[in-house]
Every structure is written in C-alpha cells, then in structure tokens.
Nanobody
C-alpha cells in the first residue's frame, strides 16, 4: 500500500507565506507526477500545481507567480511554497502521487491539510 501524508497547513495573514510538505511512502518503485489540489467550502476540488519526476511544473492561473512547487525524488516528497497569500486561497489542500504500477499507474491521495488566510 501507499500512504500520502501532508503537513504544514495553518493560519496565515493575507500577504503572508506558508510551506506545505507531502511525503509518499509504502510500496513505491517510482512516482511519476506529484501535485497539490485544493477544495474550498462549497466548491469543487481544483488543481493548484503539479510536478513531474523530471521537474516539469504546471500551475493554476490563480497561483502563478505566488506559489512554487518543488520535489525531492529521493525522499518521495513534494513541497508547495505559498507566498503573497490571499483570503481566497483558504481551502483544504490535498497532495496526490501518481505511482507507477508496471505499464500503468495509480493515484494516491492524502487526507488534506487546512490552510486559512485571514484578511
């Protein structure tokens, strides 16, 4: 089995910063893509940022220039540095890991970490 665990959420003021971390562990040979998603109250889960094993990144337009995703492949860990936070960034943040399974892959999700940004 694979476990995905997020950490680093909390309360920040608008304009402040937070850093989220996510570690994947268990039966893992390799991880293709890791990413962060978020879900605000009453809204659907949305992509925040993803990063491939080679370091290619993709960001939601709403966070470009403010958030930075990075990854330590040796530690199966992904980070999300969030700067210039806005109240609309308030959400549960979920980490996902795309784990290789032979010719296919499976996504594993963490339970989420809450980020609250006060105005």
């Amino acid at each position: 089995q694979v476990q995905v665990v997020e950490s680093g959420g909390g309360l920040a003021q608008a304009g402040g910063s937070l850093r989220l971390s996510c570690v994947a562990s268990g039966s893992i040979f390799s991880i293709n893509r890791m990413g962060w998603y978020r879900q605000a109250p009453g809204k659907q889960r949305e992509l925040v940022a993803t990063i491939t094993s080679g370091g290619s990144t993709n960001y939601a337009d709403s966070v470009k220039g403010r958030f930075t995703i990075s990854r330590d492949n040796a530690k199966n860990t992904v980070y999300l540095q969030m700067n210039s936070l806005k109240p609309e960034d308030t959400a549960d943040y979920y980490c996902a890991a795309e784990v290789s399974r032979g010719s296919s892959s499976m996504y594993y999700w963490g339970k989420g970490t809450l980020v609250t940004v006060s105005s």
